[in-house]
């Protein structure tokens, strides 16, 4: 009995520390927490290809071989100036970087590529129907100039670039002017531009695309709100 009651004395007084985090430590080294899961699967999907991959490679190549020079046809390609190559080896992206502009090699039935143009792209942003702070429907609308920053992330992080871009940037725009009167939409097109592109370019980022320009092109009001106005003046 007084070992039950020294043993209870000890825990309640915190000697028994150290045995509880060594049964923690057991606990956690059993189940894996989430810090070490994570890097566990890290150290997975950075492991290089499996030996079919090398076995597959390696019999492309020495088909190319065998079939010189034939297969430069479509072993050799081209990407212009303004272009970049996207290369995947069976599945996976290759190191180095997107290739170009000029000539690079690929490996038929092994390698498939994807060409980018990183060449600025405009895109008028149809008028959007907002109804702004002070309770008035007008119809803005937009045009946005942009261009691909990185063709990887661009290939890689969205399945279309361009047109997840422009859906973002009609989106921006009204969000942008539904917090605004009527007055400062007419008076404040720079800044509403200015805030456009920066909230523009904070979303594109991941995708790999850098917004240059937003500009506001037009604001249409009612034209009962026209005679209103007009007649006021």
Known sequence: ??????????YSEGSLTPLTQDFEYRENHKMGSPK????????QCEEGPGVCALALTIFSLFLIIVTLPLSLFFVVKVVQEYERAVIFRLGRLLT?????PGVFFVIPCVDVYEKID??????EIPPQEILTKD???VF????MYYKVANAI??????DDYSGSARLLAATTLRNVLGTLTLGDILCQRESIAKEMKETLDEGTEPWGVMVERVEVKDVRVPEQLQRAMAAEA
Not at 153 to 158: F, I, M, P
């Open 135 to 137: 309770s008035v429907t």
């Open 1 to 10: 009995m007084t070992n039950h009651l020294s043993i209870i004395k000890d």
């Open 140 to 143: 803005v609308n937009a045009i």
């Open 36 to 43: 070490d899961n994570q890097s566990h699967d890290e150290v």
């Open 153 to 158: 992330h661009a290939v890689a992080n969205v």
């Open 96 to 100: 180095g970087g997107a290739r170009g």
């Open 118 to 123: 990183m060449r600025s792209q405009t895109f």
